[in-house]
């Protein structure tokens, strides 16, 4: 593998044709094996002399982001170096040069940015779901399996096993192991087929890392930000909001609140953090478990807007649907506040909607001090239209409610926002976190009847 990663390294320095094997954008330990893997069995296979080059979706600068990718490729021994990512190939150019072919894995839809390359598409493999009829102009290839390196270990064991080397047989077992955690039925992620070719792999390589050991390993590495700053732990696990064009980023940390207060020079970073990538607001959610494997939920929101931040946290304290039960916690400045949420059930993805409602009363708020303003409406009654509005938004918030539907792209699109992009989620560690809370929460409670 390494010897082949080395020479596609040299092809792209060459002006000449080429298949990029294109992993998704959030080039997750599925995404970058899978790209690898098939890449390295089609070049194996070709009848021509092609070459396929394997892209990992992401700048070089962020695989340390992802901590369970690099401590993968330090245990097969695969050099980063060895690696090309996003920024070091230009595929536009070699689209419009009329030089590109693209296999897209592990996704079936391109961002936007990348619509003019829906053309260059060849094939696509990927494991969700395509709900309505798909007729792309290329061969697509879904199955809805746990992880997308199942369906790669599934071509190269059925088309040419005698190419399947240790290295390339541990990427993938290591892979679909931490996608299906560790084949845990209780979870449900794993299918048959997840377990068959699991079971294929450790029969060729007797040698291969017992399961428990390796999903330990890289669950620990996924979750480990240590040596990462303060922007890279932020930006590990994030989301944006924008509300009529005030951003909030939010971001999941796994790790005690009160440990990255402590963080040497927390407000310079933050403040540089929110105005390198034009946020109005931070929202950071803490999820770890404490001693007794409780699960632990905190909040801080950092904004130097007061109106702003005033808007954010009220709706936040004030939200009984879903509840949040906040309690405050003392921070080191008025731009900073900090909470324990009591009501550990809620997710970041069900803070989300109370978030983008936090946006729309800033926003509400502010079109009502301007319209006061214009006509002249005295200080007293601007405040009661404010307080108005206000409670007027808590009382409207709404549990798990997604973001409103987008319309629908051509059925024959690949870009992105289209509806074909659904199915079974990504197990992040957000969704590991929660489902480990709601086990653990059930355990406390059949322990404990008299708990509520």
Do not use: W
Request: hydrophobic share 40%; net charge negative.
């Amino acid at each position: 593998m390494e010897t082949y990663l080395l020479d596609c390294r040299a092809a792209v320095q060459e002006p000449r044709p080429l298949h990029v094997v294109l992993g998704n954008e959030a080039c997750d330990l599925d995404s970058m094996v899978s790209a690898l893997a098939l890449a390295f069995y089609l070049t194996k296979t070709s009848e021509t002399e092609e070459l396929f080059i394997p892209v990992l979706n992401i700048k070089r600068a962020e695989l340390p982001l992802r901590g369970d990718n690099v401590f993968f490729l330090q245990e097969v021994q695969i050099p980063e170096s060895a690696l090309i990512f996003r920024d070091e190939i230009d595929l536009h150019a070699l689209h419009q040069a009329g030089h590109l072919t693209l296999t897209l894995v592990d996704h079936h839809v391109l961002p936007r940015s990348d619509a003019a390359l829906e053309e260059a598409v060849a094939e696509v493999l990927d494991h969700r779901p395509i709900e309505q009829k798909y007729c792309p102009p290329c061969h697509v290839s879904v199955e809805l399996v746990g992880s997308c390196a199942t369906l790669v270990a599934e071509r190269i064991l059925q088309g040419a096993p005698e190419i399947l080397d240790r290295q390339t047989a541990a990427l993938l077992h290591g892979t679909i192991i931490l996608d299906c955690v560790n084949m845990d039925v209780k979870i449900g992620k794993a299918t048959p087929k997840d377990s068959e070719y699991v079971g294929r792999l450790e029969a060729l390589f007797p040698d291969l890392p017992k399961r428990q050991d390796i999903f330990d390993s890289l669950q620990k590495a996924k979750f480990d930000v240590s040596g990462l700053s303060t922007e890279q732990m932020l930006r590990k696990d994030q989301k944006t909001i924008d509300r009529q064009g005030t951003q909030v980023a939010v971001s999941a940390l796994y790790m005690a609140l009160e440990a990255f207060l402590q963080r040497s020079d927390l407000l310079a970073d933050l403040s540089a953090f929110c105005h390198d990538h034009s946020y109005d607001a931070l929202v950071a959610m803490t999820i770890f478990f404490n001693a007794h494997n409780e699960p632990v939920r905190q909040l801080a929101v950092f904004c130097p807007h007061t109106a702003l931040r005033m808007t954010i946290c009220g709706v936040l304290e004030q939200s009984t649907s879903p509840p949040l039960k906040l309690t405050p916690i003392p921070t080191i400045s008025p731009n900073l506040q900090a909470y324990l949420q009591g009501n550990t059930q809620v997710s970041r993805k069900k803070l989300l909607p109370v978030l983008q409602e936090a946006l729309s009363a800033h926003f509400d708020l502010k079109t009502a001090s301007g319209r006061s303003e214009v006509a002249g409406v005295s200080r007293a009654q601007e405040d009661k239209d404010l307080d108005r509005a206000g409670n007027a938004l808590v009382s409207g918030l709404s549990q798990d409610e997604e973001d409103p539907p987008l319309p629908p792209t051509p059925m024959n699109s690949l870009v992105d926002e289209c509806p074909l992009d659904l199915g079974l989620p990504k197990l992040s560690a957000e969704a590991v976190f929660e489902k480990c809370s709601q086990i653990s929460l059930s355990q406390s409670t059949r322990a404990c009847p008299s708990k509520k």
